[in-house]
């Protein structure tokens, strides 16, 4: 199943947030691959700052499910500078319906 999703970065961290995703915790890279997410892909809409993810998942839950887990609430603190978060530090994040899919 592919899931997609937008967020929202603080203006002027394009680079900072690159950055800190190039250099994803392995750990981190581990527990989504564990967890069923696979080819996940973040793209910014520079004019309004917007994130937008889209990653395949096998089963239920994707990556904006797992926040319970310690290391997840770990790097929702590391980018709580540069993001939009929520009172427990998690991505503002909104879910998007697929209108078109052309194979």
Do not use: C
């Not at 680079?15 to 080819?39: A, C, F, I, M």
């Not at 239920?60 to 530090?89: H, P, R, Y």
Request: charged share 30%; aromatic share 12%; glycine share 4%.
């Amino acid at each position: 199943m592919k899931v997609a999703f937008k967020m929202k970065l603080k203006p002027g961290f394009k680079e900072e947030y690159r950055k800190r995703h190039n250099e994803l915790w392995p750990e981190l890279k581990t527990l989504l691959k564990e967890q069923g997410v696979s080819d996940y892909s973040i793209f910014l809409d520079e004019e309004t700052n917007i994130l937008f993810g889209v990653q395949n998942q096998e089963g239920e839950s994707s990556s904006q499910d797992l926040g319970t887990l310690e290391i997840v609430q770990k790097w929702w603190a590391f980018m709580a500078d540069i993001m939009e978060t929520n009172e427990d530090n998690s991505p503002v994040t909104v879910p998007l319906e697929e209108v078109f899919y052309m194979e």
